[in-house]
């Protein structure tokens, strides 16, 4: 509320009004970009949405890509149900950005790589409605024979010489059976051919 006086006082004004509370500036956790490395590739078929020239360098494309949340219980998913569904958006190192057009369906796969480092969690998480390059992916670490994070869309597997030096490389990482890994994960499709979506999904 401001004071104003009374007619004839001239300019007399004052704030008494509500004092704001400080601006608090929301935590941006940092890049991972060292650490264990991993690349996970996983089969995709889907519908393009989106078929993009690189505005930077007109060199590459990038496509997007809608697939099933649940490939186990088929590959088709309901548009108006976004529970059901999830886009996928990359770059396309192939040059199919050249040919498939947007409302085509395609089949092929993803390749999703980057760095791990232990973070402290209780659940599987990817940060945000799309996997593409850059988003914080959260996965639940499982050691027995093989070392596997498992994102939930894919799981990864982590390969080494021998035991020995997978041994020292977890305990080095503070990565163990039951923890929780973070990535910000890099994305590439890869597509293999592209169509109506009758001859995509008939096809194994």
């Known amino acids: 509320m401001i004071d104003r006086g009374k007619a004839g006082d001239g300019l007399k004004s004052r704030v008494v009004g509500f004092i704001g509370a400080p601006a608090v500036r929301a935590a941006v956790p ?3 970009k060292s650490g264990l490395e991993f690349e996970a590739a996983f089969p995709v078929k889907g519908r393009v949405l989106e078929v993009i020239l690189c505005p930077d360098c007109e060199a590459e494309g990038y496509i997007r890509i809608r697939v099933a949340k649940d490939p186990k219980k088929g590959w088709s998913y309901d548009a108006k149900d976004a529970k ?4 996928i958006y990359g770059l ?3 040059d199919s950005y050249l040919k498939v057009r947007a409302g085509e369906w395609a089949e092929g796969r993803v390749v999703a790589f980057g760095y791990l480092k232990r973070v402290r ?3 599987i998480e ?3 409605p799309v996997l593409q390059s850059g988003a914080r992916l959260v996965g639940a670490v499982h050691v027995d024979g093989t070392v596997e994070i498992d994102f939930g869309l894919f799981q990864a597997r982590l390969a080494f010489e021998d035991e020995e030096q997978r041994r020292k490389i977890l305990k080095d990482a503070g990565i163990k059976d ?3 890994a ?3 994960v890099g994305v590439d499709i890869e597509l ?3 169509g109506a979506k009758d001859s995509i999904l008939r096809r194994s």
């Not at 059901?84 to 886009?87: G, I, L, N, Y």
Request: cysteine-free; overall charge positive; aromatic content about 12%.
């Open 178 to 180: 039951g923890s929780y």
């Open 92 to 94: 396309d190192p192939r």
């Open 182 to 184: 973070a990535t910000d």
């Open 126 to 128: 990817m940060g945000g």
């Open 84 to 87: 059901s569904f999830v886009d």
């Open 30 to 32: 940092r890049p991972i």
């Open 192 to 194: 293999k051919r592209w």
């Open 121 to 123: 969690s209780r659940r």
